[in-house]
Structure formats: structure tokens, C-alpha cells
């Protein structure tokens, strides 16, 4: 009896960590054969990670960002879409967006963030202080990698999650959302930037930065190199414009 209870168990776990251990384009496939109950949070993901998950080809080597401007990354309004971990505004580290965990039972080794979390913010930016609370899930904008906060309903858009036995981190998949394309827009090319060598204005791209998130930019040179930008280093918004800079040699403005 003492066997067959030692040899059940282990088949148990050896198919678990099978069901977590799944390539991105098979986990949800996995999730709906076996029935499996998924939940949705918004979650900080590095940068590392996100970008992995799009696909783009130097992922592993982008990492948090150390940034000189200490206000810049810790005002909600320029840096919108991002989180950083250290409070002195001195990292930018990744993206806070919704996430569908296929295995919510790992989620008791995060840091859960509920609407009891609450903490002010005072930056101050072109001479001028001010302070902004941030509660519940706009907590984890100051806060530890792959904390999150639980959403009650399903969002409009999202990235697929779950954590992996074998490897003992987190994985990211598929990211569902609406794809547009577009048209009309216009490019303007300034070798001589304000913020950077290189800045790209583009123009015709009707965003409203108000109700939307960009959570990143990739930029894909003539020889097929991918880049994945940044908050605030690479990609900020101004007034009547959304503006995005690429550091090193190249460099966007959107």
C-alpha cells in the first residue's frame, strides 16, 4: 500500500510539472484539455520578459533601466504603462499590464497588492511639487517585480502567464489584443534632438495617452534588428504629440 501511495504521488507531480513545462503557443491549448481554472490580475513584468514574449530577438539582454532623471520615472503621468522596485526613482524596471495566469496557484509566492495598499508619491518636475496617491492597482506602479493585483473582470486585452516548476520562474505568453494598423501617418527624421542624437517624429498616430497605455515599442531596423524601448529613457509622450526615443546610436520620436 506504502508503494502505490509513494509511486501516485510521484506520477502527480511528475504531471504537473508536465502542465506547467508547455512552449507559450501550448499553454492555454493545455488550460482548456484539462479543464484547468486560470485567473486574471494585473502583474509587474520586467522588461526582460515582456519583450521575450513578443517575440523580440535581444529580449534576454534588455534589462531594467537606470535612469539619471530621479522625478521623471516616478511620475505616473510621463512614465504611465511601466513600474519600477526602487523608491528613489533611480530604475525603471518594467511593465504593469493585465495578465491571464494559467496556474493561479503560484500566485501565493507573489506579492498580492488589494485595494488597502495605498502610498503618496511627490515629485517635482519643471520647478513645480506635486503629490499623487496611488491605491489598489495603481499600487504596483512603485513595487516588486511580479507583484499583482486581482482584476474582477476579464480585460479588454492581455498577456498569457504561468509559472514553470522546471525552471522555478515565471513565462509569458501569447498577448491578446486588438491589432491596428496605422494608416496616413508620417515620419520626421531630427539628427539633432533635444533629448538624444536621433529623435523620429511621428505624426498622424492618434493615440489618446489619457485612456491608453503604451506598454512598449519595439523598433525593427533596415537589417531586421529588433530593439525593445523603454519608459521615459526611450518613450515618453508631450502635449499634442507621443514621442518615443531609441538610446545609443538610434533614436524615435512619436
Not at 150 to 165: D, F, G, Q, R, S
Not at 192 to 203: A, Q, R
Not at 235 to 254: D, F, P, T
Request: proline share 2%.
Amino acid at each position: 500500500m506504502r508503494l502505490k501511495k509513494v509511486f501516485a504521488g510521484a506520477l502527480a507531480a511528475a504531471m504537473l510539472m508536465c502542465a506547467v513545462a508547455v512552449p507559450a503557443f501550448a499553454a492555454e491549448e493545455v488550460e482548456q484539455e484539462n479543464c484547468l481554472t486560470s485567473s486574471y490580475v494585473q502583474m509587474n513584468i520586467p522588461y526582460a520578459d515582456f519583450y521575450k514574449a513578443a517575440g523580440v530577438d535581444n529580449a534576454s539582454e534588455i534589462d531594467a533601466v537606470t535612469s539619471a532623471t530621479r522625478n521623471k520615472t516616478r511620475a505616473g503621468n510621463l512614465a504611465a504603462g511601466s513600474y519600477h522596485v526602487n523608491a528613489d526613482g533611480t530604475d525603471i524596471t518594467g511593465v504593469s499590464c493585465p495578465v491571464k495566469v494559467l496556474t493561479p496557484w503560484a500566485l501565493k509566492n507573489a506579492k498580492q497588492v488589494t485595494d488597502a495598499d495605498s502610498y503618496d508619491i511627490t515629485v517635482t518636475l519643471k520647478g513645480k511639487e506635486s503629490t499623487t496617491t496611488y491605491t489598489g492597482a495603481d499600487a504596483l506602479f512603485e513595487n516588486e517585480s511580479y507583484a499583482y493585483y486581482k482584476l474582477n473582470e476579464t480585460p479588454a486585452y492581455y498577456i498569457t502567464a504561468w509559472y514553470n516548476l522546471l525552471s522555478g520562474k515565471w513565462e509569458f505568453g501569447k498577448v491578446h489584443a486588438t491589432e491596428t494598423t496605422v494608416e496616413g501617418a508620417t515620419v520626421e527624421l531630427n539628427t539633432n534632438g533635444h533629448h538624444t542624437t536621433y529623435e523620429m517624429k511621428i505624426s498622424g498616430f492618434d493615440l489618446d495617452y489619457k485612456t491608453n497605455k503604451v506598454y512598449g515599442v519595439v523598433l525593427t531596423t533596415a537589417d531586421g534588428t529588433e530593439y525593445g524601448l523603454h519608459h521615459v529613457t526611450n518613450i515618453w509622450h508631450q502635449k499634442n504629440e507621443r514621442s518615443l526615443k531609441a538610446k545609443h546610436s538610434h533614436s524615435m520620436v512619436l
